[in-house]
């Protein structure tokens, strides 16, 4: 009777283990609410003047713009990069297709395949479990 108590119980542990915690998806706030939020929070906590709040949050805001044009910055250059990589490798499968019979040329293709198809795969079930684990926010 224990054992069977004991199966039951580590069998739903681990079930909710894999389910995770179920979550309300909550809309993310636009950059001025969050701006807003951090000056009013400050003004509260520091007990800050009408200026110093004035001053703060106009540094909030270039600090949002200015990070706003390096999140865009890394964007492009991320995509650059993607590309020039694509691009070796496209050159680098061109290269050994030129090595290839014409039956290794078609498993060679087919290995290709199969590698981007995983890959595929691989980045879903990260993204998903990113999704699935990311920490509730305050």
């Known amino acids: 009777m224990k054992l069977l108590f004991m199966v039951l119980f580590v069998s739903g542990f681990v079930y909710a283990q894999e389910e995770g915690p179920q ?21 509260e906590k520091l007990e800050l003047s009408e ?5 703060i949050k106009g540094l909030l805001e270039k600090h949002h713009e200015e ?29 050994i297709k030129s090595s290839l019979n014409d039956e290794q040329k078609v498993k060679f293709e087919e290995m290709n395949k199969r590698r981007k198809e995983r890959i595929k795969k691989e980045f879903i079930k990260r993204r998903d479990d990113r999704i699935r684990h990311r920490a509730p926010r305050p």
């Open 23 to 43: 979550r309300p998806q909550r809309e993310k706030p636009t950059p001025e609410e969050m701006i807003r939020k951090g000056v009013d929070r400050m003004k």
């Open 51 to 55: 200026d110093q709040t004035a001053e």
């Open 67 to 95: 990070m706003q044009i390096e999140r865009e910055a890394f964007r492009k250059m991320m995509k650059a990069h993607r590309e020039k990589m694509q691009e070796k490798r496209t050159q680098l499968n061109e290269e």
